[in-house]
T-cell receptor
Framework: AQSVSQHNHHVILSEAASLELGCNYS??????LFWYVQYPGQHLQLLLKYFSGDPLVKGIKGFEAEFIKSKFSFNLRKPSVQWSDTAEYFC???????????FGAGTILRVKS | DGGITQSPKYLFRKEGQNVTLSCEQNLNHDAMYWYRQDPGQGLRLIYY???????QKGDIAEGYSVSREKKESFPLTVTSAQKNPTAFYLC?????????????FGPGTRLTVL
């Protein structure tokens, strides 16, 4: 069965610090990869996605992620976080029939102002 | 205003009762999904439907049932057989034409069993 592993459940950073959230998945075939974000009290929304092409993808609010096929990884990065980035971040993989998403456990990011 | 609506936002249920959560979308999406979110576990797929009058079980379908009588609606019933129903339930939809795409999520329903 496919699985998605997010390395850290809680991350605390100060404003302007750099962010990298790890995501690894287990599936040997073609995958579509996503990062979703859930701000406090808001809908789960798409941050960025990778389907094909350039493995470095850019998303909203200055986030980017790099797909490294050999490492089965899709890590999320942001050079300088803001207080408003406080949220829970989910990595997800779409692979196989039905376009079902398999989610990681989530990483709760708290940015101190 | 296009989107996915879920109602109610909060729902309280007594043990032994069935309860139905509503999910409606006006995005004209073919596929709809129900997920359950628990702290520290991410989202887990309950049921999904790619076409009207057809649906498939996800990873944790036991104790749940769904119907897909209309393209825009995908209600989820949490039955008394679900052993631990207190959770946050999210509905999503996705366009199927042209291959895999992005799932868009509703605001969720928080169910508490008293």
């Amino acid at each position: 069965a496919q699985s998605v592993s997010q390395h850290n459940h809680h991350v605390i950073l100060s404003e302007a610090a750099s962010l990298e959230l790890g995501c690894n998945y287990s599936y040997g075939g073609t995958v579509n990869l996503f990062w979703y974000v859930q701000y406090p009290g808001q809908h789960l929304q798409l941050l960025l996605k990778y389907f094909s092409g350039d493995p470095l993808v850019k998303g909203i609010k200055g986030f980017e992620a790099e797909f490294i096929k050999s490492k089965f990884s899709f890590n999320l990065r942001k050079p300088s976080v803001q207080w408003s980035d406080t949220a829970e971040y989910f990595c997800a993989v779409n692979a196989g029939y039905g376009n079902k998403l398999v989610f990681g456990a989530g990483t709760i990011l708290r940015v101190k102002s | 205003d296009g989107g996915i609506t879920q109602s109610p936002k909060y729902l309280f249920r007594k043990e032994g009762q069935n309860v139905t959560l509503s999910c409606e979308q006006n995005l004209n999406h073919d596929a709809m999904y129900w997920y359950r979110q628990d702290p520290g576990q991410g989202l887990r797929l309950i049921y999904y439907s790619q076409i009207v009058n057809d649906f498939q079980k996800g990873d944790i379908a036991e104790g749940y049932s769904v119907s897909r009588e209309k393209k825009e609606s995908f209600p989820l019933t949490v039955t008394s057989a679900q052993k631990n129903p207190t959770a946050f339930y999210l509905c999503a939809s996705m366009e199927m034409a042209g291959g895999p795409d992005t799932q868009y999520f509703g605001p969720g329903t928080r169910l508490t069993v008293l």
